[in-house]
Nanobody, 116 residues
Framework: QVQLVESGGGLVQAGGSLRLSCAASGSTWRIGDIGWYRQAPGKQREVVTIIRRGGSIDYADSVKGRFTISRDNAKNTVYLQMNSLKPEDTAVYYC??????????WGQGTQVTVSS
């Protein structure tokens, strides 16, 4: 089992920045992919960015150049630095991990609200 706990959400004006954190615990050595999804009101959950098991990183087109994912293996923590935020980035952001056996894990979510 893997437990994921997000922090760092909040309210920010358009153009501002936030950094989200995701602390992983449990069987962290079994984690393959790890990253972030988001879900806006009335919309489906969508991928924001993923660090793949091999180390490659994928970003959604909508956040490329503005968001950066990073990982601190010593702290079992993944970060999402979000710059140049837009109102359309408003969503609940979920930390996500998939272990080596294909099981998916989710955090409880953290709200990010960007005011115009």
């Amino acid at each position: 089992q893997v437990q994921l706990v997000e922090s760092g959400g909040g309210l920010v004006q358009a153009g501002g920045s936030l950094r989200l954190s995701c602390a992983a615990s449990g069987s962290t050595w079994r984690i393959g992919d790890i990253g972030w999804y988001r879900q806006a009101p009335g919309k489906q959950r969508e991928v924001v960015t993923i660090i793949r098991r091999g180390g490659s990183i994928d970003y959604a087109d909508s956040v490329k150049g503005r968001f950066t994912i990073s990982r601190d293996n010593a702290k079992n923590t993944v970060y999402l630095q979000m710059n140049s935020l837009k109102p359309e980035d408003t969503a609940v952001y979920y930390c996500y991990a998939r272990n080596l056996y294909g099981s998916d894990y989710w955090g409880q979510g953290t709200q990010v609200t960007v005011s115009s």
